[in-house]
């Protein structure tokens, strides 16, 4: 295939670690690896720069992002209720502080004067795409010759979410999915997210990671059972109190640790009682985390609710070869726990055909649409 001039554009990037960080900078990297020329737009951060040096791609900064949600911390208890209710209303409302973005890419594009081959736009957060769609001609002349929408969760039919979006968002989804050639999701369950009329400019294109880059430590045996999970927690949905529950209602006498890597550890520290067998940690790098991971006997992965979102955790957890013990909220299964923690994973989550996450696999996908 003839080289391509391919444009991304994106909120996170590298050194940010979040899976559309992952996302964008995975395909960056492996398409300046596969030759084509590579341009990335993303917002300021330290590091990039030297991240495109090191593989060849143009790095177009959108700049610094200066719109910050309130912060009334210093007025104690009250401060931090107004915080959380009056930063949630305006990002339900009005998509801030996101919402910025939209008129950084805005601006970027119309001074763009390249045409590409191609350009993939990386959301969440969505103002990336609305930014493009205002910019974005149906007939005639723009700044590439195919736009594929990437998304890795849904929008206004998302499930994960307390509060739905108001009503104005599904015109502004509508608007920016016609304009877009193609929308790309991680699975085939992931069409129930979306608006039924723009199920055909759905493509199937799951994460991607270069195996080769995970390293892995040997399983340690001691006589102390660890297993471990990293991410966040989401009350209700992705909540892990009935798991820490039968965890510490187990005998003293049951040796294990379960080390959690998380940025939202006031989910889990309430319910741990004097329980040391449960381990709260600071979030670490995909790839420390991974290592660590890999000398735990299994892994735990908190299942989102319904099925239009697969977190890219679990492609992770294949990658290091460990078995899953996969928890839903509200429907704890006591039997399977103990199997596993007595060391039978018959009843472990597979994740089928794990070549498919490759990362240079995704990229073929992501050309054959151009």
Not at 92 to 104: A, D, G, I, R, V
Not at 138 to 154: E, M, Y
Request: contains cysteine.
């Amino acid at each position: 295939m003839k080289n391509k001039k391919i444009l991304i554009i994106t909120d996170a990037f590298y050194p940010a670690q979040s899976p559309r960080s992952f996302r964008a900078t995975e395909l960056a990297k492996e398409f300046c690896r596969q030759g084509h020329q590579v341009t990335v737009m993303a917002p300021f951060r330290e590091g990039t720069d030297k991240l495109a040096q090191e593989y060849g791609f143009l790095y177009k900064s959108l700049g610094i992002l200066n719109w910050r949600i309130f912060n009334f911390k210093s007025l104690g208890i009250v401060g931090r209720l107004y915080n959380k209710v009056v930063n949630r209303v305006l990002s339900l409302l009005f998509e801030f502080p996101s919402m910025e973005l939209y008129f950084k890419v805005r601006k970027a594009l119309k001074q763009e004067k390249n045409t590409y081959d191609l350009m993939i736009s990386i959301a969440i957060p969505y103002p990336i795409h609305w930014g493009i769609a205002s910019v974005w001609k149906t007939s005639g002349n723009n700044v590439a010759k195919k736009w594929i929408a990437d998304c890795g969760d849904p929008y206004c039919l998302q499930e994960n979410d307390t509060f739905q979006p108001p009503f104005y968002f599904k015109w502004v989804e509508k608007w920016f999915m016609r304009k877009a050639d193609y929308i790309t999701v991680p699975t085939v369950n992931s069409f129930k997210g979306y608006f039924p009329e723009f199920h055909s400019k759905l493509r199937v294109i799951p994460q991607g990671f270069r195996f080769e880059d995970i390293e892995k430590r040997e399983t340690k045996n001691d006589g102390i059972l660890r297993f471990g999970y990293g991410g966040v927690f989401i009350p209700g949905r992705r909540d892990p109190r009935e798991f820490i529950a039968f965890l510490t209602s187990l005998p003293k006498s049951l040796k294990f640790e379960f080390h959690i890597f998380t940025s939202t550890p006031q989910f889990v520290l309430p319910f741990l009682g004097d329980d040391k067998r449960i381990l709260v940690h600071h979030p670490i790098n995909r790839k420390e985390l991974l290592v660590t991971l890999s000398s735990f006997q299994f892994v735990v992965n908190f299942a989102n609710q319904g099925t239009a979102q697969t977190p890219s955790k679990l492609i992770d957890y294949a990658i290091i070869g460990k078995p899953i013990l996969n928890i839903e909220t509200g429907s704890l299964d006591a039997e399977i726990i103990k199997q596993f923690l007595q060391g039978n994973y018959a009843n472990a989550l597979q994740l089928e055909n794990v070549d498919k996450y490759k990362i240079e696999n995704i990229v073929h996908l992501f050309l054959k649409l151009v």
